[in-house]
């Protein structure tokens, strides 16, 4: 048994901004630093969806952002909504952009990155490439913006890994600043927080069957 103290995650106190809301569910800005579920340990708890339940008891969970990403989710207020969202993910048939913030100049205006993901047993929650065990995982990008020691991007993942965009910038050697688990000292040093934010995301309506989009802005 680990001799270490629970990692008690920070609880951002910023506002859950409400996007979008029907009678069957909810887009949502979830803020950094905000867990999208319970921690297991007692003190964390306060999460997205334990907020949101406050206002909206049968507001559910249908996919997550990392602890770290702020951005849009979709939140299901019955169970139907859930199974109709949550087979949409299983066949990836939800668009999902996000923006970021990466180290250096990447030279290509687009590209994309295909490797294989898995768990890293022996250091979890990292994840590592694997190209005799790991899942298939590709992320395709877009430059929006070069600076003097960093580029904006537009990420867009066909599948949906942990970690996936986190590690496949840093193996396109970009990792993205801020980021504590993948970034490399001087990255992580370049920003306060880590620059990953989802902005965009589509599907189909569970009730009304037309393609409903929600966006959101990154503030960084």
């Not at 270490?4 to 910023?14: A, F, K």
């Not at 009678?23 to 921690?39: M, T």
Request: aromatic residues 6%.
């Amino acid at each position: 048994m680990s001799d270490l103290p629970p990692y008690i995650v920070p609880h951002s106190q910023e506002e859950i901004r409400i996007l979008y809301e029907d009678a069957d569910l909810l887009l949502v800005r979830k803020p950094d630093l905000l867990l999208s579920i319970p921690g297991r340990h007692p003190l964390n708890k306060d999460c997205l969806i334990t907020r949101l339940q406050q206002d909206y008891p049968t507001a559910s969970i249908v996919h997550r952002l990392d602890l770290d990403t702020s951005g849009i989710m979709i939140i299901p207020l019955n169970k139907p909504t859930h199974a109709h969202i949550s087979r949409q993910f299983q066949e990836r048939l939800v668009e999902k952009c996000y923006h970021a913030v990466v180290f250096g100049l990447v030279e290509q205006d687009s590209g994309e990155v295909e490797l294989p993901i898995r768990c890293d047993w022996e250091n979890r929650p990292l994840q590592m490439i694997d190209h005799e065990q790991g899942k298939h995982a590709l992320t395709r990008y877009e430059v929006l913006e070069r600076l003097s020691d960093r580029t904006r991007l537009l990420l867009k993942p066909v599948t949906g890994r942990s970690h996936q965009l986190r590690i496949h910038m840093r193996e396109l050697g970009h990792p993205i600043l801020g980021c504590d688990m993948y970034a490399h000292q001087q990255a992580l040093e370049m920003a306060d927080r880590m620059l990953l934010h989802a902005s965009f995301i589509g599907f189909e309506h569970p009730t009304s069957g037309e393609w409903l989009t929600g966006e959101c802005a990154p503030d960084f």
